[in-house]
Nanobody
Framework: QVQLVESGGGSVPAGGSLRLSCAASGLRSRFSSYGMGWFRQAPGKEREFVASIDGNAYTTLYADSVKDRFTISRDNALTVVYLQMNSLKAEDTAVYYC??????????????????????WGQGTQVTVSS
């Protein structure tokens, strides 16, 4: 059974920082073969792309709204993905979800901004930024 468990969410004032973690287990292949991503959903809005990283951390992708403020990274030995969030804004308030790409040989190792490429999702962790 695949599990992606997010942690590290909470409430912070605008300008503050948080570091989210996503612990993965139960994937059928080695963790480094999966591109990983972070997405978020605010109340009344669709889920949107935040950041993604390829299996070996050679490539990262960011939404324009978070570029230069957020950093995605991974520790393949620990099977964990991180999202370091700095200079937080009220507009960053959302539930943040970690996702792993679906098992597709030849494609799954890449970073992607497309939600349809991801087959496994965590339960989400709430981030609230007060202005």
């Amino acid at each position: 059974q695949v599990q992606l468990v997010e942690s590290g969410g909470g409430s912070v004032p605008a300008g503050g920082s948080l570091r989210l973690s996503c612990a993965a287990s139960g994937l059928r292949s080695r963790f480094s073969s999966y591109g990983m991503g972070w997405f978020r959903q605010a109340p009344g809005k669709e889920r949107e792309f935040v950041a993604s990283i390829d299996g070996n951390a050679y490539t990262t992708l960011y939404a324009d709204s978070v570029k230069d403020r957020f950093t995605i990274s991974r520790d393949n030995a620990l099977t964990v993905v991180y999202l370091q969030m700095n200079s937080l804004k009220a507009e960053d308030t959302a539930v943040y979800y970690c996702a792993a790409r679906r098992f597709e040989i030849g494609a799954m190792q890449y970073a992607s901004a497309n939600q349809a490429d991801f087959g496994f999702w965590g339960q989400g962790t709430q981030v609230t930024v007060s202005s």
